[in-house]
């Protein structure tokens, strides 16, 4: 058995070896297995005899595993009827992804990035940002549906972690609501005080069934009307003036003028 200083996941963070799932096996049902072959320096038990310190050696292949296994169950919870899994992406998006990803994780692009593509309702690909980064970087990822949370997922999220740590939000969508404005600026500020890397996937509400011209009852025409008031504030304006600065300092930039963000 070779000592573990060959230790192939010396080479994972390594974005230009495309693959999210490299040296991994992911099966449909959501299993994820090592590929044996890919680890010689080990046989993918994630130990090796040293024969210069005359001991076993570790690294952190196994741990790496398990949490790629619980972000896959994870997604299943969250999306159980999802077509595609977090690895199931075409190759442009997982190159585009693992080089994004390396750049934000190794500071060269601000550690917040900020997105309005997500689609109501369908998983959104901060899950296989979140994949990337926990199994070719190493680094803690979580993710967290911000409409399908709850206190308990909140409080796991943004638990306390010794290492670098990686947070990815999606279906953020109706900051409207108090609830869900709060919510957000909770994450904002915790990601602010740990110094994590955060990823934020709005979702832009879409006209609901309600929003046509063939109904023209009063409260069919009070009911376009507010939902037309929503649709013109930038997702942006919900968010108090100190959760957009904190915001803005993690994504290096100054996002938009927001002119409705006036509370403190």
């Given at each position: 058995m070779k000592p573990l200083g060959a230790c192939v996941l010396s080479n994972l963070d390594n974005?230009?070896?495309?693959g999210l799932t490299l040296g991994l096996s992911c099966a449909d049902d959501g299993q994820v297995q090592?590929?044996?072959?890919?680890?010689?320096?080990?046989?993918?038990?994630?130990?090796?005899?040293?024969?210069?310190?005359c001991g076993i050696r570790t690294c952190t292949l196994q741990a790496r595993l398990h949490r790629v296994q619980k972000l896959f169950f994870y997604f299943r919870k969250t999306w159980p009827n999802a077509v595609r899994?977090?690895?199931?992406?075409?190759?442009?998006?997982?190159?585009?992804i693992l080089q994004e990803v390396g750049a934000v994780l190794k500071r060269d692009k601000p550690q917040a990035q900020v997105g309005f593509g997500g689609q109501k309702n369908q998983a959104s690909l901060v899950w296989s940002k979140a994949l990337a980064t926990l199994w070719r970087f190493?680094?803690?990822?979580?993710?967290?549906n911000l409409l399908k949370s709850d206190p308990k997922d909140m409080v796991a999220f943004t638990s306390d972690h010794s290492g670098p740590l990686a947070l990815f939000v999606e279906q953020i969508d109706k900051?409207?609501?108090?609830?869900?404005?709060?919510?957000?600026?909770?994450l904002i500020q915790r990601a602010y005080n740990a110094d994590?890397?955060?990823?934020?996937?709005?979702?832009?509400?879409?006209?609901?069934?309600?929003?046509?011209?063939?109904?023209v009852s009063l409260k069919a025409e009070f009911t376009r009307r507010i939902s037309k008031k929503r649709k013109s504030v930038h997702p942006l304006d919900h968010l108090s003036r100190d959760s957009l600065s904190r915001l803005q300092s993690m994504c290096g930039q100054f996002l938009k003028p927001s002119s409705g963000a006036s509370h403190d």
């Open positions: 974005p230009m070896l495309n090592l590929q044996t072959d890919m680890f010689p320096c080990c046989q993918a038990l994630g130990m090796s005899w040293d024969d210069y310190l899994g977090p690895h199931q992406i075409p190759a442009a998006f997982s190159s585009s190493g680094v803690e990822a979580r993710v967290l900051l409207w609501d108090p609830q869900n404005a709060e919510a957000l600026e909770h994590a890397f955060l990823w934020l996937d709005f979702v832009q509400e879409l006209p609901s069934d309600v929003d046509t011209q063939d109904d």
